[in-house]
């Protein structure tokens, strides 16, 4: 025994740790710091990219001094939140698992899956907020505008909003039915087409290329928003919208390196057992996965919202 209230399982841990579900895209998009940090409360620093944009006066006398500028930041704190669920497996269960089963690495395992789901989910929220972006980084698309229309032409109004940012995105994100209305959108396949087809659908990496963007990253995954025991309602993660954003490949949370967000960590994911004797005629073991995060969108300039795109 750790002596810890809820004692860790090494076995478990591994599992959890090694454990990715691949239709989740959340650390692609806000991708998760390292190292890891060593406690729950954390600085950052969030910078006004207007400052370097601004006009000085640079000309210097023969015995002037240069004007002064400063460069201004707002520090901000803040702190990692506990994200984990329970699950309670019964003596007897593992008493009669067969062999090669565990019952209480399957809790561990999908307990983790249920907890990234939830973050999958907080941060396609965070990332398609309307109310993040600025009047002039989003847009909401209807009628023919929308990429499922025949006479909408996505590949200018990516132009036109990769030209009015502050830094060039280099990175998209969408859920599935909008990168669907993208790759069979007429005029995108006939840019890409030698022929002018405007039939079939295009394939990711050309899209990407088309439209000078390093990835697209694409929302898979679905979430079930009825309430436990009722019949299943299933929809996407990642709605019909878009986002592009500009994504430093090295960054951190006090260092000025432009990139459109991340994730705070706090230590390792966790995941343990306790007896619980209490449930069940033999006795059962309550099984727990989880992790301490934080998302932050350090710079809402950096993004450029279409809603409603299909």
């Known amino acids: 025994m750790s002596g810890q209230p809820f004692p860790v399982d090494p076995v478990l841990v591994g599992i959890v740790q090694a454990y990715k579900n691949g ?3 959340a650390d692609q998009v806000l991708p998760r710091l390292s190292p890891l940090l060593p406690r729950e409360q954390f600085k ?22 240069p004007n002064e500028v400063e460069f201004e930041a707002k520090e901000k704190e803040d702190r990692t939140e506990d994200y984990g669920l329970d699950d309670v497996v019964p003596i007897a269960d593992s008493a009669n698992a067969p062999a090669g089963y565990d019952p209480r690495a399957f809790a561990a395992q999908r307990l983790i899956d249920l907890v990234l789901l939830d973050r999958e989910v907080r941060v396609a929220n965070r990332v398609f907020d309307p109310d993040l972006y600025g009047d002039d980084n989003k847009e909401t698309l209807a009628g023919a505008d929308k990429w499922t229309s025949p006479d909408s032409k996505p590949i200018i109004a990516f132009a036109e909003a990769a030209d009015s940012m502050v830094m060039r995105p280099n990175n998209a994100v969408m859920g599935r039915g909008s990168w669907t209305a993208l790759r069979t959108n007429q005029s995108v396949l006939r840019a890409l087409t030698p022929s002018g087809a405007a039939d079939g659908y295009a394939n990711k990496r050309a899209v990407a290329d088309l439209l000078e963007l390093d990835d697209i990253i694409i929302g898979e995954g679905w979430v079930n928003i009825a309430k436990p025991g009722q019949q299943v309602q299933r929809r996407r993660c990642w709605g019909n919208h878009c986002t592009l954003f500009h994504k430093a490949g090295l960054a951190d949370s006090v260092s000025a390196t432009p990139t459109f967000g991340w994730t705070a960590q706090f230590g390792t994911r966790v995941s343990g057992s306790i007896p619980e004797p209490k449930i069940g005629l033999r006795g059962s073991d309550r099984v727990r996965s989880g992790e301490s995060v934080k998302e932050v969108i350090s710079a809402p300039d950096l993004g450029y919202f279409f809603e409603n795109v299909a």
Do not use: M
């Not at 950052?44 to 001094?65: E, P």
């Open 23 to 25: 239709a989740l895209i």
């Open 44 to 65: 950052w620093w969030f910078f006004d990219f207007g400052q370097f944009i601004t006009l000085h006066d640079t000309k210097v006398g023969r015995k002037s001094s």
